[in-house]
């Protein structure tokens, strides 16, 4: 196992959905059903912050692309190490995401089969989530409810926003 192989890196996705409720978009490759942030191993000579963009525009099919991600919450399991950031994106990618999915053909942007919203009042009790996501809404959790309390501004993330084709 290389070294790169040890590590993850990516986001956790925040938004508000259209009736104001706050919560995090996790996605699922479907082996135990799930569901994640957007996360993978780096490419031999990439950083963790290049990983982790280049990871959340892959697993969201290129929707969200990211040119920065701040990885503050830093992690190990018994299996890998994980540098995980937090984005706010519109709740409109669960949408476009089938779109793009249905007819993308690259294998990098078709890991995940499915993203899903959870709200925020009760992810941490939802057997689907897995704990790799729970630590991060944990480490995240004063942000998240902080920025679901605040109205945003167009320019509030680093995202790149989402694909216009599809908005």
């Known amino acids: 196992i290389s070294e790169a192989m040890l590590h993850s890196c990516g986001a956790l996705l925040h938004t508000i959905s259209p009736s104001g409720v706050p919560g995090v978009i996790l996605g699922t490759e479907g082996y135990d059903g799930k569901f994640l942030p957007f996360k993978g191993c780096p490419h031999i000579g990439e950083t963790y912050e290049q990983a982790a963009c280049r990871e959340i525009a892959e697993e969201t099919c290129g929707i969200v692309r990211v040119n920065q991600v ?80 605040q109205s945003f501004p167009a320019s509030f993330s680093r995202c790149q926003g989402v694909r216009k084709e599809y908005a």
């Open 70 to 149: 701040d990885l503050w919450n830093n992690f190990t399991t018994k299996h890998k190490h994980y540098h995980m950031g937090l984005i706010f994106v519109d709740y409109s990618i669960l949408d476009q995401f089938d779109k793009v999915r249905s007819t993308e053909s690259r294998h990098e942007f078709l890991e995940q089969k499915e993203i899903t919203f959870f709200p925020l009042h009760n992810v941490l009790e939802d057997d689907a989530v897995h704990n790799i996501s729970k630590i991060s809404i944990k480490f995240y959790w004063d942000t998240l409810w902080m920025a679901a309390n």
